[in-house]
């Protein structure tokens, strides 16, 4: 729509360069417009109401061979973000990296937008000629979506009639899911024992391992629950009396989407949605979680380890850094993400295999309570591990010393 020699610029949220949602916006404008500039606004808030990262853009259909990027790369004071976007300014601070980028390296080779300079161009390359996770490794679900797990007191307020007072003793109650005394004042029978479950949330996902030590128990109300829900009169009554705080489709007694039990009993690998740096862990036995953790479970179990490997390292870090949506300083990998995730083949069976039994060294090592007098020993050890496990998947991405280098360095500054 625009002229010849027109302009258009917008402010948007980032989203837009790599989300799914996008993709036939991106493809049009890869073949009508050319970009003359690009602000990335980085972890600052750009509205005061309004959270998220954002972005500026300017583009044009007329011929344009270097696209200027202004990038900044912490967080800063308004007056420091107006001094950043004159380009004509020294910025002394560090806050702001200026850089001009070809058109050819503005868009990856699945259309997403880059913005990369030549070297980071190359990395992504090299990581991004491997197939995605899904359809040939495995596949990635949601976690449980509850509906409600808890009364927190924001539902509270929305569920209470105008003019009567708040009852606070009613926030942090359990309805799908309880505390252990919660579940002790219950005083249920041996057999409504059994449709509790222990329930996991992201401060359990550590890198390798879940951590087990959980002191909530979420009622599993799938459709069996539910079709059978007199069998269990003592759990019944509870969720009785919760009823004005449930909001789930398969009300009265049913979770919202309690997805397939085997998912959540099967051999799979966890991974917090909503995170600074990302992390995966791997569990062999149940691991029931909420919507705010992802699974990814094998197609084959004696790959598990190998993904585990793949998806903790440097490259898979750097690669969710670039391509996953950012909601302010965080990642947000959600399932679409995770099946896009590059992981090279297992052609070479010596690295792969190596990569497999570091993984699984880790895993063990981890899962195991460091000594209370020994802990920077322990914590070394896991290091020296990991170092060598991420040389053996720098080399099955065929990735080169500048390619490590700019990983590396991206890597560094995530925080756990």
């Known amino acids: 729509m625009l002229k010849k020699k027109g302009l258009h610029s917008l402010i948007v949220p980032i989203y837009w360069v790599a989300g799914d949602g996008a993709q036939k916006l991106r493809r049009h404008m890869k073949k009508s417009v050319k970009f003359f500039s690009f602000v990335d606004f980085g972890p600052n808030q750009v509205f005061e109401d309004v959270s998220g990262r954002h972005c500026i853009f300017i583009v044009s259909p007329v011929q344009k061979r270097i696209c200027k990027v202004l990038r900044f790369k912490r967080e800063c004071p308004i007056p420091d973000i107006i001094a950043g976007l004159d380009t004509k300014s020294e910025d002394r601070s560090g806050n702001v990296e200026y850089v001009e980028v070809s058109q050819s390296a503005i868009y990856d080779m699945r259309d997403k937008i880059t913005l990369a300079t030549v070297q980071e161009g190359t990395a992504l390359s090299f990581v991004e000629s491997h197939p995605a996770l899904f359809p040939t490794f495995g596949d990635a679900w949601q976690g449980i979506i509850e509906a409600t797990d808890k009364v927190t007191r924001r539902l509270l307020e929305k569920v209470t009639t105008s003019g009567e007072g708040i009852d606070d003793t009613f926030v942090g109650k359990g309805v799908f899911?309880?505390?252990?005394?919660?579940?002790?004042?219950?005083?249920?029978?041996?057999?409504?024992m059994t449709q509790l479950v222990p329930y996991y949330s992201d401060e359990h996902i550590r890198r390798y391992y879940l951590n087990r030590s959980t002191s909530e128990f979420l009622i599993y109300s799938d459709r069996s629950f539910r079709n059978n829900v007199t069998n269990f009169p003592k759990l019944k009554k509870h969720i009785d009396g919760v009823q004005t705080f449930i909001s789930s489709s398969n009300r009265p007694y049913?979770?919202?989407?309690?997805?397939?039990?085997?998912?959540?009993?099967?051999?799979?690998?966890?991974?917090?949605?909503m995170v600074r740096k990302p992390r995966f862990a791997y569990s062999e036995t149940e691991h029931f979680v909420g919507m705010s953790i992802n699974l990814i479970v094998p197609y084959d179990k004696n790959h598990a380890f190998y993904l585990l490997g793949i998806l903790n390292s440097n490259v898979v870090t750097f690669w969710l850094n670039r391509r996953a949506k950012k909601r302010g300083a965080n990642i947000d990998i959600g399932v679409s993400t995770i099946q896009n995730i590059p992981v090279p083949k297992q052609d070479d069976t010596k690295n792969c295999g190596e990569v497999s039994r570091l993984a699984k060294e880790l895993f063990l090592y981890l899962s195991e309570k460091p000594p209370s007098n020994g802990r920077n020993e322990f914590n070394n050890h896991a290091s020296n591990v990991e170092k060598r496990l991420n040389e053996k998947i720098y080399k099955l991405y065929g990735l080169g010393e500048d390619e490590i280098e700019e990983i590396e360095k991206e890597v560094a500054t995530l925080e756990i």
């Open 177 to 192: 899911v309880l505390s252990e005394d919660e579940v002790r004042a219950l005083d249920l029978s041996q057999e409504e």
């Open 254 to 273: 049913g979770l919202h989407r309690p997805r397939k039990r085997q998912h959540f009993v099967n051999p799979a690998i966890l991974c917090p949605q």
